[in-house]
């Protein structure tokens, strides 16, 4: 056997390694890459904007079976961000997030099926100010590729709206709409 | 306007109190106390209107409006019944454990673990303990009215302390004390001597420990500030240092006062430079 073989081989053997092999294929959030970006009117004039800066979680995607898809998300309270330091302090204390008591927020898909153009409509239940509520939404995959190193990736994108009042997060409410809109945007890496 | 769910929990606690007291008279100081607070807090929490309110509580905070209750049936026993010293202090050792455990104990989950969180807990604990009894003894030489003058002080700028640290509605929740507590001020005038003061210090302090409590631990509320207001109805006994005319003394103890509570105010705005509500 030749050196080209051998390396032609070698190269084969570590494509295979990187690449989904099944249909079903999951993937590890990427938090570097992913993003939770809300929604909310402030004095029921303009929108305020913030984000979640640390999501982890896992996800398995499945275009042949969508019913064996999964989505669990996990994010932390604490890494909200509006771009101001001091009313993140606030959103985070207890008149909102409270923190301390609820360093997470969590979606765990109970149920998927397909929906339209290769969209999985996602039931599951969403943790947040410690109650869990019933949510279905939309998760549409935005793209798959290789990262720098070669790994596998696959890219997913949902938004949809929660009311704070279903989470018991009525502080604020004059001062804050009761509607929150929220795009989360995740990269995954292949398992 | 930001200020709605605030003003309506004031005027209803301070309402509910008043009623209290004009059926029961100044022994109902506690109920009044305690009722008007529960409600109130149950109008800043917004519990009138679409949201139902949470049983168990699912904020930590939202302990106290139960805590305000409990605090109210043991004001009652205080005032009420001939209970033996050791018995007092046994019943105000478990509603101080009760304050700490549930308005602390989810920090036991997710911040510190339960031998970290008691050894944390012991101090503030023991603090509310001597407060209490320091208070107590304080009601037993004030007429009625002096002794609300200083606690309604110490409520209200505990409020404003709240509010400037990062929490609205702690701020409020403060503000919903103060506007009962002066309304027992009123309703205590010439009322004098130990018993009704003593049921009305029992709420008082676990209503101000709960505060401050959530304050410092789930907002920004700086231990020196929390500590300030804490000890600041303790200024009251300066005017044992000096004889002086009756209205000289109670003046002092109103000027005592409010220096310790205007230091905290000033920590509190030093923490928070040119912030208005954080950015709300």
New interface residues.
């Given amino acids: 056997m030749n050196l080209p073989t051998i390396l032609g081989a070698a190269l084969f053997t570590a494509t295979l390694a990187t690449t989904p092999a099944s249909a079903a294929e999951t993937f590890t959030v990427d938090p570097v890459h992913s993003t939770v970006v809300f929604r909310i009117k402030?004095l029921d004039v303009s929108y305020a904007y913030g984000r979640f800066n640390d999501v982890a979680g896992t996800f398995t995607l499945d275009r042949a079976d969508p019913a064996k898809a999964r989505f669990d998300f996990t994010v932390k309270t604490d890494s909200l961000d509006?771009g101001?330091a001091?009313?993140?302090?606030?959103?985070k204390?207890?008149?909102l997030f409270?923190a301390?008591?609820f360093?997470t927020i969590t979606f765990q898909s109970t149920k998927v099926a397909a929906a339209r153009e290769g969209a999985y409509q996602v039931t599951g239940n969403l943790t947040m100010?410690?109650?869990t509520k019933p949510l279905t939404v939309q998760i549409e995959p935005t793209g798959t590729g290789k990262g720098m190193q070669g790994v596998s990736l696959a890219g997913i994108e949902t938004t949809f709206t929660i009311r704070r009042?279903d989470f018991?997060m009525?502080?604020?409410?004059?001062?804050?709409g009761d509607e929150v809109r929220l795009t989360v945007s995740v990269e995954g890496n292949y398992k | 306007m930001p200020w709605t769910p605030g003003l309506i929990g004031m005027g209803l606690a301070a309402l509910v109190a008043t009623l209290v007291l004009w059926i029961g008279g100044c022994r109902g100081a506690p109920l009044a106390l305690g009722f008007g607070y529960a409600l109130g807090h149950a109008a800043v929490r917004g519990w009138f209107g679409a949201v139902r309110m949470p049983v168990p509580p699912i904020d930590a905070i939202d302990w106290l409006a139960w805590l305000a209750l409990a605090a109210t049936l043991w004001g009652l026993i205080e005032l009420c019944g001939s209970i033996s010293r050791s018995a007092r202090w046994l019943g105000r050792l478990v509603l101080t454990v009760a304050v700490l455990g549930l308005l602390l104990g989810p920090l036991a989950r997710n911040v510190w673990p339960w031998p970290i969180l008691t050894v944390r807990l012991i101090g503030p604990g023991a603090g509310v303990l001597v407060v209490w009894g320091l208070l107590d003894a304080l009601g037993e030489r004030l007429a009625g009215g002096s002794l609300t003058t200083v606690l309604a002080l110490v409520a209200g700028g505990s409020s404003v302390v709240l509010v400037l640290t990062g929490s609205l509605v702690l701020g409020e929740l403060a503000g919903v004390l103060t506007a009962a507590v002066v309304v027992s001020r009123f309703g205590s005038i010439g009322d004098s001597g130990p018993p009704s003061t003593r049921g009305l210090v029992a709420v008082v302090v676990v209503m101000l420990a709960g505060l401050l409590l959530a304050g410092r631990f789930y907002s920004e509320t700086p231990t020196s500030a929390a500590v300030l207001l804490a000890v600041a109805p303790l200024a009251a006994w300066i005017d044992r240092l000096c004889r002086l005319p009756a209205w000289t003394r109670a003046l002092v103890r109103v000027l005592a006062v409010s220096l310790l509570v205007g230091l905290a105010i000033a920590i509190a705005l030093a923490a928070v430079p040119g912030a208005e509500l954080g950015g709300i």
């Fill in positions: 402030h509006t101001n001091k009313r993140d302090q606030h959103v204390g207890p008149d409270n301390q008591q360093p100010h410690g109650v009042a018991q009525t502080g604020l409410s004059p001062l804050l």
